[in-house]
C-alpha cells in the first residue's frame, strides 16, 4: 500500500462505493459495512450515516477516529458477513481472515486486502440526523492490486459491480481540481 | 413514469448515482447536477452537499423542495453539460431537450426522460457543512426504459457505469426492510 496524495482521496469515495470503516477501542478492533456516505469537500470530507445500531458507533464517538477501506468485487462476502454480525461478539478481522495495518495519524487500522484505505478524524456528529463527518488526513492506494472494481449496494440485498468507465474530463476541466 | 412505493425509493439513491436535481422558482425551472449524495433513512431521507456556488440552491433554499430525478448513461452528455453551466444564464430544459413533467407533492417538475424521479422536501439544511436533507414524498420509475444503467461520477472527470449486479439477498435477509 502506498501513500498517495491527499487531494485525490475524494475519487475514492465520490462514485458511492460500499465502504468499510475501522474502529479500535483499546486493544480492539473492529469493522462495520457502512453503504450511506458521501463526500462533502475536496479536502477531503465525508460524511457517513450510521448511530447506536452499529456497534462501532461507540467507538468512533468515544476516539473520534476511524479508517475508510475502500474493498473490490472480489471481497463481496467479507463485506456482506461482516454487515451481518456484531463486533460485539465477533473478531471480524480474524473471522473473515483481514489484516490490520498500523496506520500513521489514527490508532483505528487499515485493511490490507482492501483497495484503498483513508484515515480519518471525526470533526462533527450531526446527531439529529445520524450524520457523521469525518475530514481525511492520510490516504493509500494499492496500486499493484489486479482487481480494482468497486461495489454499490442497491439496499435490496444485490450489489452492483463498477462496469465500463467514460471520459469527459476534457468537458468538465473548469470544474475538475487542481493536480486530479 | 409510474408512481413507486416511497419505501423502495432510496434504493433508487443508495447505490451512489449522479443525479439530477430540479427546482422551480416563480415560472422559472433549473436543473443541477449532484454526485455528492447519500441515504440517510429508509423512510426515504436523502442529504445531498450543495451550498451557494449552485444557482439553485437560492430556490431550494426558499421554496425548500425539490426533484431527485435519476439519468443513465445515454445521458451522460446532458448530466455533464447541465453540471457545467448556470441557471443564471441558461434555460436547461430547453438547452439540453429534456421534458418537466408535473410532480404531484412539490412545484419543482420531474424530467421525463429520467429512468425515476423522486420529489422531495427540504427537512433542514446543515449550514455547517453545506448539507441538505431532504425527505422523499413521491417516487416514479420509468420501467419501459431500455436502458438502465446508472452513472458514477469519480470526481476526476470520469464517471463509471453500472457492471453486473450480483445477489446477496439470502445472507442479508434479516437486515433487508419489509416490502422490498
Redesign the interface.
Known amino acids: 500500500m502506498r501513500q498517495m496524495k491527499l487531494g485525490?482521496a475524494?475519487?475514492l469515495m465520490?462514485?458511492?462505493?460500499v465502504i468499510l470503516v475501522t474502529t479500535r477501542d483499546g486493544n480492539k478492533n473492529n469493522i462495520m459495512t457502512i453503504?450511506?456516505?458521501?463526500?462533502?469537500?475536496f479536502t477531503p470530507?465525508f460524511?457517513l450515516?450510521t448511530g447506536a445500531w452499529n456497534h462501532s458507533y461507540a467507538a468512533l464517538r468515544k476516539h473520534r477516529e476511524c479508517v475508510i477501506a475502500i474493498p473490490t468485487?472480489d471481497m463481496?462476502?467479507q463485506v456482506?458477513?461482516i454487515?451481518?454480525c456484531s463486533g460485539a461478539d465477533t473478531d471480524k478481522f480474524t473471522k473473515f481472515g483481514l489484516t490490520p495495518v498500523p496506520g500513521k495519524r489514527v490508532k483505528a487500522p487499515l485493511i490490507k486486502e482492501c483497495l484503498a484505505n483513508i484515515e480519518c478524524k471525526v470533526i462533527?456528529i450531526?446527531s439529529?440526523?445520524?450524520?457523521i463527518?469525518l475530514e481525511g488526513v492520510a490516504a493509500y492506494m494499492n496500486a499493484a492490486r489486479k482487481e480494482k472494481?468497486t461495489?454499490?449496494?442497491?439496499?435490496?440485498?444485490?450489489?452492483?459491480?463498477?462496469?465500463?468507465?467514460?471520459?469527459?474530463?476534457?468537458?468538465?476541466?473548469?470544474?475538475?481540481p487542481a493536480g486530479?
Chains 1, 2 share one sequence.
Open positions: 485525490k475524494f475519487t465520490e462514485s458511492g462505493p453503504s450511506w456516505t458521501m463526500v462533502v469537500d470530507q460524511a450515516t468485487v463481496l462476502d456482506v458477513g454487515g451481518t462533527d450531526v439529529k440526523h445520524n450524520i463527518v472494481r461495489l454499490h449496494a442497491v439496499g435490496d440485498g444485490t450489489f452492483i459491480v463498477d462496469g465500463k468507465r467514460m471520459d469527459r474530463k476534457k468537458m468538465m476541466a473548469a470544474k475538475i486530479l
